[in-house]
């Protein structure tokens, strides 16, 4: 199949913000596809190669991609870099340099999505000596033979810069259509794809198989699944009321979310982002294949570090030391941690994923032989405000953040990739007056002055607003900022600097640098009031109102485990601004 119908597809998506019309034009793309291209269709879509489990990144330098453009174009290379400075797109700076090279090759050949695919991927699996021009040799080789449009793509599919802002969800809904008979089969592959977190598999089967096939899909060693979450509230009459009187609370441990897979031997740790994170936690493999007795096992747990002589928890923070390619076992030495095990998704054979809540405890308890540093989650049946209210304070002063309260009904099944009533937190911030953290996503900076010219001095910063799949302002952040985080900020967010406002970020406010939507801060706020200037929840409250959070200050936390698509929601801001309400007029 031509690339050059995967380029044009990609043309007309990125000239529209219309959802709708990008699930069309997706549907049109898989529809004249041949069957065994479209899950690799799929992953380029998506800007990859496999999914992110794998690991298999399809990145290469800039300073590369340029060179490889240099040599396919026949350009000058400080040409090149003073056009990519002015436009800050290389996608657009590699069109250009194709549609004006000098001399085009009387040997070209077509390129085909498959060739496409076999290159990116050959690339991105070398490495050590003779690499890196190994891998500038054959990109060229590809961008000779592509025409301007196709260069913009290629070029920004292996620069990682790839933006269409199209949702895991808007392909799926496109492969209900293409293949499925229509939007209504959506929800099968979209439980699919909860439970292997691979949306080409998934358009692969669908497409081959039929959607009975991806309907029967069960969940298996060595693919993550993708998280369950959980919504909140805030006092524990609430919580007893959504679930009629009687729930489950669980000590809610601030640490990392690790999905345990193990076989055997073999133990695969995974993040919430489903990252391959054992590298990491070699302790926590470890523990896994001593204190694990079972041949295969899927379950859910909390990593805490903690002060082995006391057994008191640590803050969050210090698990960014084993964020770390070297010096792990130092890391791991100087910065002990303790597993506090929640949920068993699956066992022997078994999926437990349709299990009720009960089921899967009783055999998560099974299967794990627990000491200090392998345990199960604190848990107490409540149906009290008292009770619950009891059990908060006791989790608080065990270090813990609140509570997660489960539902205990017959229907409390583990839904994968879902943030529903089945499970409440209730954290200490929801209880005092007008304080709450919220995770936002970075859009904007402004220049610092003073002591932080250089650097930036503020932050603009968005909620997602899931419905619409964009990104809409909610405040400007330059408070709460130890100068390491304004040198740290700056750096990280070099990365994702683009020329102008990101197409799925909603702003009135002009930035005076624009990110494509990346990193997310914890960010703690007064109050969230009305706002003529920013466009969360626009219409939501008021006719031409948006909401705000009022001075909001960093509290120290990167959210690193988070995607953008896991910040706080539009939805959820509007939630708080009535509760606020709420305790104003009360
Ligand atoms: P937050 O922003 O509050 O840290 P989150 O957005 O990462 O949460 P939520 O669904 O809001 O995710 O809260 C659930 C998180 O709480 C889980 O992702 C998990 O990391 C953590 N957690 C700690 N203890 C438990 C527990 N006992 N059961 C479930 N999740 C727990």
């Known amino acids: 199949m031509d690339y050059s ?3 044009d597809a990609y043309g007309r998506i990125e000239a529209t913000s219309k959802r709708l019309e990008m699930i069309d034009i997706l549907v049109d793309l898989f529809m004249n596809s041949a069957k065994d291209v479209v899950s690799r269709i799929v992953y380029l879509t998506q800007g990859k190669l496999y999914p992110d489990f794998v690991g298999v990144e399809i990145g290469i330098a ?7 453009l240099v040599r396919a174009s026949g350009g000058k290379e400080g040409d090149v870099l003073a056009d990519l400075q002015r436009t800050g797109d290389i996608g657009q700076v590699a069109e250009l340099y194709l549609a004006n090279r000098k001399q085009s090759t009387f040997f070209s050949k077509v390129l085909t999505v498959e060739r496409v695919y076999e290159v990116l991927d050959k690339m991105a699996r070398t490495s050590g000596v003779g690499a890196v021009d190994m891998k500038m040799a054959v990109f060229a080789g590809l961008l000779s033979d592509a025409s301007p449009m196709e260069a913009r793509y290629l070029m920004r599919t292996v620069t990682g810069n790839l933006r269409l802002g199209i949702a895991d969800m808007t392909v799926l809904e496109a492969l209900a259509v293409a293949f499925g008979g229509g939007r209504e089969v959506r929800g099968v592959i979209e439980r699919a794809y909860n439970i292997c977190s691979d949306l080409g598999r998934v358009a692969d089967m669908l497409v081959r198989e039929g959607v009975d096939a991806v309907g029967g899909l069960c969940v298996g060693v060595f693919e993550p699944i993708r998280p369950m979450l959980a919504e909140r509230l805030s006092s524990p009459e609430e919580i007893l009321e959504k679930f009629c009187g009687k729930c489950l609370a669980e000590y809610k441990y601030d640490g990392e979310r690790i999905q345990v897979h193990k076989q055997g031997e073999r133990v695969v740790l995974y993040s919430r982002r489903l990252e391959n994170i054992s590298s990491q936690y070699p302790d926590v493999a470890d523990l896994v294949r001593r204190q694990v007795k079972a041949g295969e096992v899927i379950f859910e747990a909390e990593c805490v570090t903690v002060d ?31 597993l506090y095990a929640f949920d068993m998704l699956y066992v022997d ?44 304070e006791e989790a608080i002063t065990g270090g813990c953040e609140g509570l997660i309260c489960k539902s205990l009904a017959r229907e409390s099944v583990y839904q994968a990739g879902n943030r529903g009533w089945l499970w409440i937190k209730f954290k200490r911030d929801y209880k005092s007056e007008m304080t709450d953290t919220v995770d936002l996503v970075v859009v904007g900076a402004f220049h610092g002055r003073g002591k932080r010219a250089g650097a930036y001095g503020a932050l603009l910063l968005a909620v997602y607003n899931k419905e619409k799949d964009i990104f809409e302002t909610v405040t400007k952040c330059g408070t709460g900022f130890t100068d390491k985080d304004i040198e740290d900020l700056h750096a990280m967010l070099q990365k994702h600097v683009i020329p102008r406002k990101h197409s799925r970020v909603l702003s009135t406010m002009e930035a005076e640098v624009w990110f494509e939507p990346y990193i ?29 959070i009022r001075f909001p200050r960093f509290t120290g936390k990167y959210r690193t485990d988070k995607s953008p698509q896991d910040a706080t929601t539009s939805k959820e801001i509007v939630e708080m601004y009535q509760k606020q309400l709420k305790q104003i007029t009360n």
Not at 62 to 68: F, G, P, Q, R, T
Not at 312 to 323: S, V, Y
């Open 5 to 7: 119908v995967i380029a």
């Open 62 to 68: 800039e300073k590369l991609a340029v060179k490889a």
């Open 308 to 338: 082995l002589e006391t057994g008191d928890m640590r803050p969050f923070q210090e698990l960014m030391h084993r964020r770390r390619k070297y010096g792990i076992e130092a890391a791991v030495e100087q910065y002990p941690i303790s």
């Open 349 to 392: 054979g078994k999926d437990l994923t349709c299990e009720p809540l009960t089921v899967r405890r009783i055999a998560l308890e099974g299967v794990l032989e627990r000491n200090v540093q392998l345990q199960v989650a604190a848990q107490k049946a409540v149906c009290s405000p008292k009770e619950l209210e009891d059990f908060f």
């Open 520 to 548: 997310v801060l914890e960010i703690l706020g007064a109050e969230v009031t009305l706002s003529p200037i920013h466009v969360c929840a626009m219409d939501a409250i008021r006719k031409d109102s948006g909401l705000a």
